[in-house]
């Protein structure tokens, strides 16, 4: 059972990217997920979060007008569209689960990310 982040690279600022996370061994359709990223030496943060359903969409105050979180349960997977992208955005993006819409606690361990590097 885990989450398989992808799409990550380099971009210059006021670029684009979209994310990808894939489920092997469960439906996504059953979980909220998040995307969260790190930068080394700092703790992790939460980016962005969309619930099962894909009907209600939470955002970082950072990145809110700039990211989009998508799903699509046919395909198990949930996207995240990064635009307008800044080099403080540069960090390794993960994408976890949550049991609940009010749980804060990570359902799966954290699988290898996916590094966004933002610069020119």
């Known amino acids: 059972v885990q989450l398989v982040e992808s799409g990550g690279g380099l971009v210059q600022p006021g670029g684009s990217l979209r994310l990808s996370c894939v489920a092997s061994?469960?439906?996504?359709?059953?979980?909220?997920i998040t995307w969260n990223r790190q930068v080394p030496g700092k703790e992790r943060e939460l980016v962005a979060r969309?619930?099962?359903?894909?009907?209600?969409?939470d955002y970082a105050d950072s990145v809110k007008g700039r990211f989009t979180i998508s799903r699509d349960n046919a395909k198990n997977t949930v996207y995240l569209q990064m635009n307008s992208l800044k080099p403080e955005d540069t960090a390794v993006y993960y994408c976890?689960?949550?049991?609940?819409?009010?749980?804060?606690?990570?359902?799966?361990?954290w699988g290898k990310g996916t590094l966004v590097t933002v610069s020119s």
């Open positions: 976890n689960a949550l049991r609940s819409w009010s749980s804060t606690t990570p359902l799966l361990d």
């Open positions: 969309i619930s099962s359903a894909g009907v209600n969409r």
């Open positions: 061994g469960f439906t996504t359709g059953s979980y909220h």
